[in-house]
């Protein structure tokens, strides 16, 4: 099974942007990227994906790499609110969803 | 839409009785998913479901856990007989079935209390 491997914590300061990165040596070429975190006491939310390509949205940016073996999301004004977990999963043409342990994000004031 | 609806919030049950946890995924989604997640071993994908037919259920940890799907609108988990190991937050996830490419969303969970 493709996995990711992630940093197990991260700090950021309030109003400075994260980069979270993470590494997916295995991946193959129809697994798509995507990332969720989760707030606490909450359930996972989608936060972006991409295939191939960076990917912008109203949350975050996706930069992958060329060769797609490692990827960085993208957070360019962390707020106290993005304190939570952040999974960086692989998905199949399946739909098979895999979490590893995650990054957990800090954001100092 | 009111999101994936998980019911109950919380259970608190005695080791050896049955527990049925309960998911209505988003309508129109295809794809369903249930997880658990402990302090030790994270966020674990259990089974998922594509139009309602078990895909992977290789995560399900033995056989006194049971999922079923009886229709698009509708998924159990159930545990029989349960054991205090079993207390967990359990997810529910639903989607539409892609290539990869959909996003999931997941309810609030079930904070499951064996003792």
């Known amino acids: 099974d493709a996995k990711t491997t992630q940093p197990n914590s991260m700090e950021s300061n309030e109003e400075e942007p994260v980069h979270l990165p993470c590494n997916h040596s295995t991946i193959s070429g129809t697994d798509y990227i995507h990332w969720y975190r989760q707030l606490p006491s909450q359930g996972p939310e989608y936060v972006i994906h991409?295939?191939?390509s960076n990917v912008n949205n109203r949350m975050a940016s996706l930069a992958i790499a060329e060769d797609r073996k490692s990827s960085t999301l993208i957070l360019h004004r962390a707020t106290l609110r993005d304190a939570a977990v952040y999974y960086c999963?692989?998905?199949?043409?399946?739909?098979?969803?895999?979490f590893g342990a995650g990054t957990r994000l800090t954001v100092k004031p | 839409d009111a999101g994936v609806i998980q019911s109950p919030r919380h259970e608190v049950t005695e080791m050896g009785q049955e527990v049925t946890l309960r998911c209505k995924p988003i309508?129109?989604?295809?794809?369903l998913f249930w997880y658990r997640q402990t302090m030790m071993r994270g966020l674990e994908l259990l089974i998922y479901?594509?139009?309602?037919?078990?895909?992977?259920d290789s995560g399900m940890p033995e056989d006194r856990f049971s999922a079923k799907m009886p229709n698009a609108s509708f998924s159990t988990l159930k545990i029989q007989p349960s054991e205090p190991r079993d207390s967990a937050v359990y997810f529910c996830a639903s989607k539409t079935k892609g290539q990869g490419n959909t996003e999931a969303f997941f309810g609030q969970g079930t904070r499951l209390t064996v003792v």
């Open positions: 479901f594509n139009n309602n037919v078990p895909i992977d």
């Open positions: 991409g295939l191939t």
């Open positions: 999963i692989l998905e199949k043409y399946n739909n098979d969803m895999r």
């Open positions: 309508s129109g989604h295809n794809s």
